[in-house]
């Protein structure tokens, strides 16, 4: 406004810091080149944010704010849900240089985002997470879709894939146990030494004894079942 011309008062500054201050944007209004009025604006928080927060750093993520509003209204809102990372200020394609920023330095990124501003970065990050009711863009660059527009489902979904990746490895070990120990007797290594031998079926039995232990495995995260805030609040990572 004032690089065209019009004159801000100063008790209308200061009102704008207050509004900024306490998570609002705002935004002045001039008409025929006289200031008419200030209004703020604001997105009130999901009643989830700050428990999800709290529940993140508890699993071991470290949480970061990225936005387009100014530094006040960004760090007021970074205050009441409890994240101290804080990125002001960013325009779209700056989202995406913060994410590959993170990635350069040997961290995995998940982005959670619901408009047009943030495709740049759901799309660069590891694990793209778009809130069901966003824009179409932002949804069709995500990697997850958060149905129920609720925060909660970010982390029931780092839950789901911490227990799957355990799963997989819990999968090598029944696979690999075979041709570990089974293979070796069942060549005649022991033979010499008690003459023990493996017959033919039994080794066939063994083998597919291991395919089925792997299966018999991934099957048990079917009763997968997303974990409570509350417990989630309790766990301390070392």
Known sequence: ????GVTIPPEAETFLIDLESNAKTGILVAYDGDFVGLMGITDPLKREAAVVVEGLKKLGVHPVMLTGDNWRTAQAVA???GIEDVRAEVMPAGKADVVRSLQKDGGTVAMVGDGIND???LAAADVGMAIGGGTDIAIEAADY????????????????????FSRIRWNYFFAMAYNVVAIPIAAGALFPFTGLQMPPWLAGACMAFSSVSVVCSSLLLRRYRKPRLTTVLQITVE
């Open 1 to 4: 406004m004032t690089e065209n």
């Open 79 to 81: 205050k009441e849900v």
């Open 119 to 121: 495709s740049p970065a």
């Open 145 to 164: 879709v958060l149905v129920r527009n609720n925060l909660e489902d970010v982390i029931t979904a780092i839950d789901l894939s911490r227990k799957t």
